[in-house]
């Protein structure tokens, strides 16, 4: 590991993430309760260098590096307070994924550096450096050539949708290539459309592909998360579903196989999961929001915040009721749709979304967001 020495602009404050512009990459992330944040950078050796960022604006620290372009490999690392009685878990040695990341490399490799606290004992604080254990965010270039796409945009009254998982709709097709089974482009290959089509399909709705985590338990028991319902990063196709690679080329992938389902007059609608993420609850691993904000991303209880408000039988429920994790949410929903070309959402869990406090709320702030948003509520909206 090397402090840095690169020549650090200050950049923006908006828009969050890592956003390329040909020239540079202009890096932004928000916290409340950071005392001090560091941009790590990785190279092809895996030698870390960190980057204090020094600007903060509304709570967004942020640095623009002429230097840095796509398949740049970073995480953060969040300094502040450790105090999970007060509902704060900062701790710099873990090295964080960005929220906004829009490529992820890698999996977890489970390790007690994963964990914020020293297995055994949950008042402790465990600081050995977690880097050699997670995943890594990853710098993307927004350029792809859509052609002439254009959405199918079937009447939902018309709509045949057809519930299907990236894996397992392909991983065993015999005219599918053998290496293109399991991926976004297995299901973009003509056997996969031609089938489809045949059955009258307007819409595939995928099960979820935003990038999620194999849970520790599963893992000890040599068991994988099939399913997908583990979120970790809301703006990444899942890594492991590509054919051409994780260091940004999913990303791509994903939108060639949008491309060739619009072609073919079939639209893409995601099951997404923006209730929970894969972080769990106070025994579960820092990877990214809890160390980043732990009270901002999450509902706690309230006496006793140590604890988290739980309504999705998963460890966490995503605090709506804060400003920051809506405008996530509603960021990485318009990102699917202007960036990704997805047609619509399935929402899982739709009613913890809807908890300003207690009961589900009709009238709820997630809702009227939903309905305002020129981009989303042209979409289709399955809950």
Not at 96 to 120: F, K, R
Not at 198 to 225: I, W, Y
Not at 295 to 312: I, M, N, S
């Given at each position: 590991?090397?402090?840095?020495?690169?020549?650090?602009?200050?950049?923006?404050?908006?828009?969050?993430?890592?956003?390329?512009?040909?020239?540079?990459?202009?890096?932004?992330?928000?916290?409340?309760?950071?005392?001090?944040?560091?941009?790590?950078?990785?190279?092809?050796?895996?030698?870390?260098?960190?980057?204090?960022?020094?600007?903060?604006?509304?709570?967004?620290?942020?640095?623009?590096?002429?230097?840095?372009?796509?398949?740049?490999?970073?995480?953060?690392?969040?300094?502040?307070?450790?105090?999970?009685?007060?509902?704060?878990?900062?701790?710099?040695?873990?090295?964080?994924?960005?929220?906004?990341?829009?490529?992820?490399?890698?999996?977890?490799?489970?390790?007690?550096?994963?964990?914020?606290?020293?297995?055994?004992?949950?008042?402790?604080?465990?600081?050995?450096?977690?880097?050699?254990?997670?995943?890594?965010?990853?710098?993307?270039?927004?350029?792809?050539?859509?052609?002439?796409?254009?959405?199918?945009?079937?009447?939902?009254?018309?709509?045949?949708?057809?519930?299907?998982?990236?894996?397992?709709?392909?991983?065993?097709?015999?005219?599918?290539?053998?290496?293109?089974?399991?991926?976004?482009?297995?299901?973009?290959?003509?056997?996969?459309?031609?089938?489809?089509?045949?059955?009258?399909?307007?819409?595939?709705?995928?099960?979820?592909?935003?990038?999620?985590?194999?849970?520790?338990?599963?893992?000890?028991?040599?068991?994988?998360?099939?399913?997908?319902?583990?979120?970790?990063?809301?703006?990444?196709?899942?890594?492991?579903?590509?054919?051409?690679?994780?260091?940004?080329?999913?990303?791509?992938?994903?939108?060639?196989?949008?491309?060739?389902?619009?072609?073919?007059?079939?639209?893409?609608?995601?099951?997404v999961v923006y209730n929970h993420t894969a972080e769990g609850n106070h025994l579960g691993p820092t990877l990214c929001f809890k160390g980043i904000d732990n009270?901002?991303?999450?509902?706690?209880?309230?006496?006793?915040?140590?604890?988290?408000?739980?309504?999705?039988?998963?460890?966490?429920?995503?605090?709506?009721?804060?400003?920051?994790?809506?405008?996530?949410?509603?960021?990485?929903?318009?990102?699917?749709?202007?960036?990704?070309?997805?047609?619509?959402?399935?929402?899982?869990?739709?009613?913890?979304?809807?908890?300003?406090?207690?009961?589900?709320?009709?009238?709820?702030?997630?809702?009227?967001?939903?309905?305002?948003?020129?981009?989303?509520?042209?979409?289709?909206?399955?809950?």
């Amino acid at each position: 590991m090397s402090e840095g020495s690169r020549e650090v602009w200050p950049g923006r404050a908006y828009p969050l993430g890592a956003t390329f512009d040909g020239n540079g990459t202009n890096f932004a992330l928000f916290s409340e309760v950071a005392e001090q944040v560091e941009l790590c950078l990785f190279d092809e050796q895996g030698a870390e260098t960190r980057l204090p960022l020094e600007e903060v604006d509304a709570f967004s620290w942020h640095a623009y590096l002429p230097s840095v372009g796509p398949g740049q490999r970073y995480g953060y690392r969040v300094h502040g307070p450790y105090a999970p009685e007060h509902g704060v878990r900062c701790n710099p040695g873990k090295l964080l994924l960005d929220p906004y990341a829009l490529a992820i490399e890698g999996q977890v490799t489970w390790d007690a550096a994963c964990y914020s606290y020293n297995l055994g004992d949950e008042d402790s604080i465990n600081e050995a450096d977690s880097a050699p254990f997670v995943f890594r965010s990853i710098v993307q270039h927004p350029h792809f050539d859509w052609g002439g796409d254009r959405r199918p945009d079937t009447p939902l009254h018309e709509s045949v949708i057809y519930e299907a998982h990236v894996k397992g709709m392909t991983k065993c097709h015999p005219e599918v290539p053998e290496e293109l089974r399991g991926t976004y482009a297995g299901l973009a290959h003509p056997a996969i459309v031609q089938h489809l089509t045949s059955l009258g399909v307007t819409a595939v709705e995928l099960m979820p592909v935003h990038q999620f985590v194999h849970d520790h338990r599963l893992v000890e028991q040599g068991l994988r998360n099939y399913w997908g319902y583990n979120t970790i990063g809301f703006f990444a196709p899942h890594n492991e579903y590509a054919a051409s690679g994780n260091r940004g080329e999913q990303v791509n992938e994903f939108k060639y196989m949008v491309r060739t389902l619009h072609e073919a007059g079939i639209e893409v609608i995601l099951d997404v999961v923006y209730n929970h993420t894969a972080e769990g609850n106070h025994l579960g691993p820092t990877l990214c929001f809890k160390g980043i904000d732990n009270r901002a991303y999450y509902r706690l209880v309230g006496k006793t915040p140590e604890y988290y408000y739980d309504t999705t039988g998963t460890g966490n429920s995503l605090n709506v009721q804060h400003p920051h994790t809506l405008q996530l949410i509603m960021d990485s929903l318009r990102y699917w749709v202007t960036e990704m070309h997805v047609d619509g959402f399935r929402f899982d869990l739709a009613a913890t979304l809807a908890r300003e406090f207690h009961e589900v709320d009709r009238l709820s702030t997630f809702f009227d967001m939903i309905q305002q948003d020129p981009v989303i509520n042209r979409v289709k909206l399955i809950a």
